[in-house]
């Protein structure tokens, strides 16, 4: 009988590349998500009956309980960074967490891979970190053997990073830059798919279950990633960086493209620990920015895929 996962979140942008990471070995899947709408468009990465979806939502224990039910594995992918109402960073990131976690070991699931982020601390400056480590605790409190996942910048075809940033480049006459000197790690949401695979893979043969960091093979600066968005859309537009206290203080006003919260997390590097393992630990050669994004950054370029790429002055 096929391995049956569950994806906890599953209908989102990493939780689409674990799906067909798993469909391709020919796993059983269970989507857990709270939009079935959106969990709709999966079903074109399995075969027929591969992929079942399910109604489930972190804030109802309920609903997990029948989502990891049979499951040989299950996958906690759920997550915000932007909360609102009931949605908060306390209910998804923490209490959802622990009762993932909860849900998993009372149904007697073998392996659990907790998605987290780097910046998960305690004492972090921002509730976003802070509730990311307290998950990560009532994961482990709840399932010890959980394997802790961490990437740093995930980026991809559908993300909401160099889309979004490439918008700002091809709309605006001068881009405007926020925490420029900040650092970054961009990891590949394919590796980072692999990885929470290859995570639950070993904790199914029985081996350790650490915390992995999961970082791509370059540091960039915000500056520099803007750089190459510039390069890659073939635009000449000059980039400024945005004074600290001014983001600071418009980040502080209701209703901005920017939280207070996420001007405190730009406060940090957003890279891998060296003394932690990550994607080499897992058998896996991290892709770069350069050699992936290229390929769907064509389509903001002047002329679109077809137009040769200018170099910007």
């Not at 039910?69 to 909360?83: E, I, K, R, Y």
């Not at 990560?136 to 940033?165: K, M």
């Amino acid at each position: 009988m096929p391995l049956l996962v569950s994806l906890i979140g599953g209908s989102g942008f990493i939780g689409a590349a674990v799906a067909e990471k798993l469909a391709r070995r020919g796993a059983r899947l269970r989507i857990a998500a709270r939009r079935r709408a959106r969990a709709l468009r999966l079903l074109p990465l399995a075969d027929p009956g591969q992929i079942d979806i399910v109604p489930a939502d972190l804030r109802v224990p309920d609903s997990l309980t029948r989502a990891v039910a049979g499951a040989d594995a299950v996958v906690n992918l759920a997550g915000t960074l932007t909360p609102e109402g009931s949605a908060s960073f306390e209910a998804i990131h923490v209490r959802g967490a622990g009762a993932v976690a909860e849900a998993a070991a009372r149904a007697g699931v073998r392996a659990l891979a907790h998605v987290s982020a780097i910046g998960a601390d305690p004492h972090s400056p921002s509730a976003y970190g802070r509730s990311k480590a307290e998950g990560e605790r009532r994961t482990r409190e709840a399932f010890p053997t959980a394997t802790i996942l961490r990437p740093s910048l995930v980026f991809g075809e559908d993300d909401g990073f160099t889309n979004r940033f490439a918008r700002l480049v091809i709309t605006l006459p001068i881009v405007p830059v926020v925490a420029p000197r900040t650092r970054f790690q961009p990891v590949f949401v394919g590796d980072v798919a692999e990885a929470i695979v290859r995570a639950i893979d070993r904790q199914l043969k029985g081996e350790a279950a650490p915390v992995f960091e999961l970082g791509g093979p370059e540091v960039l600066t915000m500056r520099q990633i803007f750089e190459f968005l510039v390069r890659e859309t073939g635009r000449r537009k000059p980039l400024v960086d945005v004074p600290d206290r001014l983001v600071e203080l418009l980040a502080r006003l209701p209703g901005g493209s920017l939280t207070r919260d996420q001007w405190l997390m730009l406060q940090r590097d957003n890279v891998v620990d060296p003394a932690s393992p990550g994607l080499e630990a897992l058998g896996i050669t991290p892709t770069s920015l350069a050699a992936a994004a290229p390929q769907w950054l064509e389509r903001y370029r002047p002329g679109g895929r077809f137009a040769a790429l200018r170099t910007p002055a």
